[in-house]
């Protein structure tokens, strides 16, 4: 068509031509440094995704704190990318940053438990209701390492995912439905094997689909985000939850629940909040407060079955562990997020911006007539340029904006408002103030004026 989220595409065209030249003009410094990559990296840049920022070349950054990132041109962003979780508590909490100087002299890795763990394996307990942890490094690898312990327990190859869901490089999740068929996700590099043969593939809040799948009693686990947030953000239907627990425990398949973005609800994420009752539980990215660090728990029942399939096992690797995961570090930066940082006051906090900004941008969508909406879990806002509730990932996928999301991105960038890059997601951390709300909702004004002039 000639328009994208109602905007024709010549104006979209426009506003990415005279935002990109806006960005290259305020970062001279950058654009001499990494106008055409960096040195030494392939693709010019240390890990690819960074190329898939919008902008012309990437931010350099000097430095970032609470919520503020600082290039090397010095142009001040308010930070609501946040790395994309990694720092949803805001760039190097007081407390976390304290708790890595204090661990900086003490040794780094040492595959052997410091006392901070003593108190780390009762603060998941208590926070998120599962009674046994293992530390990873990745939420990636946590998944990975649930779903095998899935597999091992319940003697079944089979796992069920959500359409449009991404749950790390996780290989056996990169499925998806296209014109309602199973496939290997497009675009997925170096993937010989048929990835349908051991993943189901359904729509989220599909209730029908979802029974019967479960029906031939051969999935292991059901790996769901309790928000589909990857694509653009789907809430679950009312008793779509209570639904996916029933029919599960019913098929004898676990439930895995990945809370690494939606830990954005509460100080015990979504799954406290609205009482989830999952077998198997990851949390990644921020729980170390920007540390690489993630955890997955397990249910008393899951631990039982797995000490009892570990005692017939054949001896041997078991394919799980990496060799720095639960390193004190890890563990001095997770303890001080969870005892000082996600704490209920501060997710407070966060929820009454979040509030503010959801209120502000709908204002700004409703005065400019935008077919346009905002969708929200807790401190995690979204702004999705197609008209909305979303229901499921085909949906979600129909409803991105690429182009203008692009344009959109870049324009926020040029008012000093740092969105995140694929998802129009913007998150507020503990460090977010009122000011930099409205300087958000005032730049998101200004965009929309200049798509609708
Ligand atoms: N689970 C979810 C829900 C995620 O959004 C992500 C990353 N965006 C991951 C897992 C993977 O995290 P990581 O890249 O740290 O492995």
């Known amino acids: 068509g000639l328009s994208i989220g109602g905007i024709s595409r010549d104006r979209i065209a426009r506003l990415r031509e005279s935002e990109a030249e806006a960005f290259r003009k305020a970062r001279p410094k950058s654009a001499a440094k990494v106008g055409n990559g960096l040195p030494g990296f392939f693709g010019g840049v240390p890990m690819h995704w960074m190329n898939d920022w919008p902008t012309p070349f990437p931010i350099l950054v000097d430095s970032a704190k609470g919520a503020t990132i600082t290039d090397i041109d010095g142009n001040r962003l308010d930070d609501f990318c946040l790395g994309d979780t990694g720092s949803m508590f805001g760039h190097s909490p007081p407390p976390v940053a304290r708790a890595i100087r ?21 603060l998941l307990a208590q926070r998120f209701g599962l009674p046994f942890w293992q530390i990873a490094t990745t939420a990636t690898d946590a998944n990975r390492f649930a779903l095998r312990v899935a597999r091992a327990i319940t003697g079944r190859e089979k796992i069920l995912v959500f359409n449009g869901c991404y749950h ?14 199973p496939v290997n996700r497009p675009g997925l590099a170096g993937e010989f094997r048929d990835l349908t043969k051991t993943a189901k593939v359904i729509e989220f809040n599909d209730v029908v689909a979802l029974e019967a799948a479960l029906k031939d009693r051969d ?27 029933k029919l599960t425990r019913a098929a004898g398949t676990l439930l895995l629940i990945d809370e690494t973005h939606t830990i954005s609800t509460g100080p015990g994420g979504y799954t406290r909040k609205f009482g989830l ?12 407060g920007g540390v690489p660090a993630s955890v997955w728990g397990m249910s008393d029942e899951v631990a039982n079955r797995y000490a009892d399939y570990n005692r017939t096992k054949q001896p041997g690797y078991s394919g799980m562990g990496t060799t720095l995961s639960a390193n004190p570090l890890q563990f001095a930066a997770m303890r001080a997020t969870l005892e000082e940082v996600m704490t209920s006051e501060n997710y407070d906090r966060m929820d009454r911006l979040a509030l503010r900004l959801d209120a502000g941008l ?21 702004f999705i340029c197609a008209p909305g509730p979303l229901r499921n990932g085909a ?22 408002v740092l969105i995140a890059p694929f998802h129009n997601m913007m998150l507020i951390s503990p460090a977010t103030t009122g000011a930099q709300v409205n300087r958000l909702i005032t730049a998101f004004a200004t965009v929309a004026a200049r798509l609708t002039a």
């Not at 900086?104 to 410091?114: E, N």
């Not at 947030?229 to 627990?245: E, I, K």
């Not at 009752?277 to 170390?288: E, N, R, S, T, Y």
């Open 102 to 122: 204090r661990q900086a002299g003490r040794g780094l890795t040492y595959m052997l438990p410091s006392e901070d763990a003593l108190a780390i394996g009762p």
């Open 277 to 288: 009752q999952p077998d198997l539980f990851v949390l990644g990215k921020p729980i170390a």
């Open 219 to 245: 999935v292991a686990c059901v790996i769901a985000e309790p928000v589909l947030t990857n694509s653009c953000m789907v809430l679950p239907d009312r008793g779509f939850h209570d639904a996916l627990r």
């Open 395 to 416: 949906e979600a996928e129909t409803a991105h904006a690429p182009e203008l999301e692009a344009a959109v991105h870049v324009a926020l960038v040029n008012q000093g």
């Open 168 to 181: 790390g490089s996780v290989d056996e999740t990169m499925v998806r439905l296209v014109d309602s068929r």
């Open 362 to 382: 709908t204002g700004v969508i409703d005065r400019y007539n935008l077919p346009w909406h905002v969708a929200r879990v807790g401190a995690r806002v979204e």
